[in-house]
């Protein structure tokens, strides 16, 4: 069976591509789930206006994914995080430590468009790659800083001394005999 595209589908083609397929994968599966067309005239002419609207929704998504990134590059984020000694990390710097700052400035973004390069393990400036779109991303810099320590020190005191009874010989079990 003729069938022509709606989708970009990877096995079979690109959208508005015309490809013979078995009958039952066409009728009970690509048409159902509006992948594909049978390929008649009218249909193909209804697949040129998709094809039209498709574009012109991708052209929007991708001129909205410039704009943030616009508005990404300009962005430093700041990531407070407990130190040791040398400024180095207790652990290191995850993609949804960064995704829940860009958050908190008012940027929505999932933990799994944020790419880290190499992992942050010490206090610093680091660049940041955010995926927006398949041939958009943008660059953030993201500043690790030592956590502001608390005001109260707490003294250590010393652990209470506990008596411990000497051990006492077990009794013996009389025999049975």
């Given at each position: ?176 005999e």
């Amino acid at each position: 069976m003729k069938i022509i595209l709606r989708q970009n589908y990877s096995t079979l083609g690109q959208i508005g591509d015309v490809v013979e397929v078995k009958d039952g994968y066409a009728l009970n599966y690509l048409i159902p789930r509006k992948i594909a067309f049978t390929a008649l005239a009218g249909n193909l002419s209804a697949l040129n206006e998709e094809k039209k609207s498709y574009d012109k929704k991708i052209k929007k998504e991708i001129s909205d994914a410039e704009l943030l990134a616009a508005d990404l590059e300009k962005l430093t984020i700041e990531i407070p995080v407990k130190v040791g000694e040398e400024g180095k990390l207790y652990g290191s710097v995850t993609t949804q430590m960064v995704a829940d700052a860009l958050t908190e400035k008012g940027f929505n973004l999932d933990k799994r468009k944020i790419e880290i390069a190499e992992q942050i393990k010490a206090v610093g400036l680091y660049s940041v790659e955010v995926k927006l779109y398949a041939t958009v991303a943008a660059k953030v810099k993201v500043l690790v800083k030592e956590e502001a320590k608390q005001g109260v020190e707490v003294a250590e005191t010393p652990a209470p001394e506990v008596e411990v009874a000497p051990e006492q010989p077990a009794a013996e079990e009389p025999k049975a005999e």
